[in-house]
């Protein structure tokens, strides 16, 4: 059984921290992590949408709290699914 609140507080305490090293290396070096992206979607085309200007501090902590607070209702919910699908309620 999958305690659902740790397991989702868990997951979203990685996404803040996998989000915050991202916003870093965005600053840091952003070429890097365009490739990275860019890797990972294969055939597509990124180029067009990179932009020239610094992620603002607004834009920051709106994509902070909206990644995290979404991986932990996602968490949540795939814990109580997972519950209820092996048979194991509380």
């Known amino acids: 059984m999958l305690h659902s609140k740790p397991f989702a507080h868990a997951g979203a305490l990685m996404m803040a921290g996998f989000y915050l090293f991202c916003v870093v290396l965005s600053y840091i070096a952003p070429d890097f992590l365009f490739s990275v992206a860019q890797s990972w979607v294969h ?3 990124l180029e067009v949408l990179r932009d020239a200007n610094p992620i603002s501090l607004g834009s920051i902590v709106t994509g902070l709290l909206t990644s995290t607070v ?7 919910v795939f814990a109580e699914t997972y519950n209820k699908l092996s048979g194991k309620n509380k």
């Not at 979404?70 to 949540?76: F, K």
Request: proline share 0%; hydrophobic share 60%.
């Open 43 to 45: 055939s597509l085309n």
């Open 70 to 76: 979404a991986t932990w209702v996602v968490a949540y």
